[in-house]
């Protein structure tokens, strides 16, 4: 049974920094590619970032040299790393594990 528990989130000033983390169980998780998605109160679920098992990675125009995703196959994580927050980038954030397993989310509040 595939699990995956988001932390991190929180509470930020505009400019600020936030590392997310998603642990994940369950699977080899170095085989399967990772992404990171988000949803804004009364809007879709978008995607953020992804990661390949090799390390090849993809943005949404929307963070592209503000956020990065990085992966830590010893410690089956997934990271998100976001720099120069702003309030459009408030929202419920969301890690998927390649194959449509979904955790519970990590909300991002960006507000001054």
């Known amino acids: 049974q595939v699990q995956l528990v988001e932390s991190g989130g929180g509470l930020v000033q505009p400019g600020g920094s936030l590392r997310l983390s998603c642990v994940a169980s369950g699977r080899s998780f170095s085989l399967y590619a990772m992404a990171w998605y988000r949803q804004a109160p009364g809007k879709g679920r978008e995607l953020v970032a992804g990661?390949?098992?090799?390390?090849?990675?993809n943005y949404a125009d929307s963070v592209k040299g503000r956020f990065t995703i990085s992966r830590d196959n010893a410690k089956n994580t997934v990271y998100l790393q976001m720099n120069s927050l702003q309030p459009e980038d408030t929202a419920h954030y969301y890690c998927l594990l390649q194959g449509g397993h979904w955790g519970q989310g990590t909300q991002v509040t960006v507000s001054s």
């Open positions: 990661i390949t098992s090799g390390g090849s990675t």
